[in-house]
């Protein structure tokens, strides 16, 4: 079974411009998380998505980012215009959904992005 | 007040030892506690996980719940290099599928 994909690994922009990052989740999988890890913390629930209606965006500075799930299968994640603190790791997560168990998160390997 | 609190480390233990981590939190909701354990430059990866209350034992590992004291552990017995590994606990109520996770804890087993 094919893991979680997220591109590009790493980017490297100046502050005020724009980015945008990709999220391909587990086949099936209906549940789709964005978060945030900054250096030395754990990871910060940006936007949960349910197939493609978004759940929870409390944590989503909406001023500046933005987040879509078309087809309720892939996803983007855009930041425009970006600032400095916004330096982190983006970590795009799956589950399946339904009732009585876990429903396991499985993680990608991350998009680094650093704001100079 | 954070919902749950990690102490971040780092920590240093030698190969052998055993390794005690732990969280505390605050929402009387959680009902899944988890840990992930997380290596450098990767997605974290759910190592084991305990519903409600109660120990649970996988290998050298043992996740402990007690709810009553809002507080939960992982045990790592004959700890490996290989352990050396970020831990994050994380929590989720039944009701939602939104997972809060701790600050993470640092763990180095030196050889």
């Known amino acids: 079974e094919a893991g979680v994909a997220q591109s590009p690994r790493y980017k490297i922009i100046e502050k005020r411009q724009s980015v945008a990052f990709w999220c391909n989740p587990i086949s099936g999988h209906a549940t789709l998380y964005w978060y945030q890890q900054i250096l030395g913390q754990g990871p910060k629930l940006l936007i949960q998505?349910?197939?493609?209606?978004?759940?929870?965006d409390s944590q989503l500075p909406k001023d500046r980012f933005s987040a879509e799930r078309l087809k309720g299968v892939d996803s983007t994640l855009k930041i425009q215009p970006a600032k400095l603190e916004d330096s982190a790791v983006y970590l795009c997560a799956s589950t399946t959904i339904g009732t009585g168990n876990l429903n396991e998160q499985f993680f990608g390997p991350g998009t680094r992005l650093t704001v100079l | 007040q954070k919902e749950v609190e990690q102490d971040p480390g780092p920590l240093s233990v030698p190969e052998g030892a055993i390794v005690s981590l732990n969280c505390t939190y605050s929402n009387s909701a959680f009902q899944y506690f988890m840990w992930y354990r997380q290596y450098s430059r990767k997605g974290p990866e759910l190592l084991m996980y305990t519903y409600s209350s109660g120990n649970k034992e996988d290998g050298r590992f043992t996740a402990q719940v007690d709810k009553s004291s809002k507080y939960i552990s992982l045990f790592i017995r004959d700890s490996q290099p290989s352990d050396s590994a970020t831990y994050l606990c994380?929590?989720?109520?039944?009701?939602?599928?939104?997972?809060?996770f701790g600050t993470g804890t640092r763990l180095k087993v030196l050889a």
């Open positions: 994380a929590m989720r109520d039944s009701g939602t599928y939104k997972y809060i």
């Open positions: 998505f349910q197939n493609n209606g978004v759940v929870d």
